[in-house]
C-alpha cells in the first residue's frame, strides 16, 4: 500500500548570531510514521504553497506560538508572543490553499487557530485575562495539564474518535472566538472554550486545540491520526485518477 505524502509546516527558530533553522517536532513525524503515512517538512515560501500542496496528499498545521493580533484587526496583547512572521505567512498560505484545494489538513493547537484566522475568524488573545475560567488551559509542552472535552454529536470528529467525552492535554494560553464561516465548532471544554473545528464541505479538514501527537498511545490519538492518514490516502487515489483521466494514455481517443 503506498503511504501517503504528508507535509508538515515548519517552524522558525532564531538565535542571535546564528544562522535561523526551520524544523518540526519529532513528535509529529512520529505520529504520522506511525499512522502509515511519509512526512515531510515544508519551509518557510509561502509564494509556492499551492504549488507544494499539489504534490501533498495531507498537510498538517502544528503547534507554536501566536498569531498576530493585526490579522483579525486587533491591538496586541501584553501576553501574546507573535510567531515568526515567516512561519505565520507560509502557515496561512497554506491554511488557505489546502482548503481551497481540498487537501486533507489537521490543525494542531496554533494550527487550529491558523485556520480560523486565514478563513476570517478571530481569537481570544489571552484566555486567564480576558474570559476568566477555573480551567487551566495553559501549561509548558514538558508538563500538559489535562481537563474534559466534550464532543458534538453529529461532527466528522465525532465519527472519528468514538468518544462523547474525553480527557486531553493543554497547551495553551488563546483560544477561538469568533468562528469563521464555514467552519462548525466540534469540541468544547466544560468553560466554553472552542476545542475543535471542522469543514464540514470537505472530506477532512478539521483542526483541534490539544496535541494529539503528544498522546501516544492513547486511543483518542490514535484514531485520529489514522483517520487523517487514510483521508490522505483516498486523496492522493483520487488524484492520480484524476491524472490518469487527463492523460494522453488515458484519454478515451487513446490507442
Not at 486587533?74 to 487537501?103: F, I, K, Y
Not at 487557530?113 to 488573545?125: C, D, E, I, P, R
Not at 492513547?218 to 483517520?227: M, Q, V, Y
Amino acid at each position: 500500500m503506498t503511504k501517503p505524502i504528508i507535509g508538515i509546516g515548519a517552524d522558525v527558530h532564531v538565535t542571535a548570531g546564528k544562522r535561523d533553522r526551520a524544523f518540526a517536532y519529532t513528535t509529529y513525524v512520529d505520529a504520522l510514521r506511525s499512522a502509515g503515512a511519509l512526512p515531510v517538512v515544508l519551509p518557510p515560501q509561502p509564494e509556492n504553497a499551492v504549488e507544494i500542496l499539489q504534490s501533498l496528499d495531507g498537510l498538517v498545521l502544528a503547534g507554536g506560538f501566536d498569531c498576530d493580533p493585526s490579522l483579525y484587526g486587533e491591538e496586541q496583547h501584553p501576553s501574546v508572543e507573535p510567531m515568526d512572521a515567516r512561519r505565520q505567512d507560509n502557515d496561512l498560505a497554506l491554511a488557505t490553499a489546502a482548503r481551497q484545494l481540498g487537501v486533507p489538513t489537521l490543525g494542531i493547537c496554533l494550527g487550529l487557530q491558523v485556520m480560523n484566522v486565514a478563513a476570517g475568524g478571530s481569537l481570544v488573545q489571552d484566555i486567564d485575562s480576558q474570559v476568566g475560567t477555573p480551567i487551566r488551559h495553559a501549561s509548558e509542552p514538558e508538563n500538559r495539564v489535562r481537563h474534559d472535552v466534550a464532543i458534538h454529536p453529529g461532527t466528522r470528529l465525532a465519527s472519528i474518535l468514538h468518544e462523547r467525552n474525553m480527557n486531553v492535554n493543554s497547551s495553551h494560553h488563546q483560544a477561538i472566538r469568533n468562528v469563521a464561516e464555514g467552519f462548525r465548532v466540534t469540541a468544547q471544554a466544560p468553560d466554553g472554550i472552542v476545542e475543535g473545528l471542522e469543514d464540514p464541505r470537505l472530506p477532512f479538514f478539521l483542526g483541534v486545540q490539544w496535541h494529539p501527537e503528544d498522546m501516544p498511545g492513547e486511543n483518542s490519538a490514535s484514531r485520529l491520526f489514522a483517520a487523517f492518514v487514510k483521508a490522505a490516502r483516498e486523496y492522493a487515489e483520487a488524484r492520480k485518477g484524476r491524472t490518469a483521466e487527463l492523460s494522453p494514455a488515458g484519454s478515451a481517443g487513446a490507442e
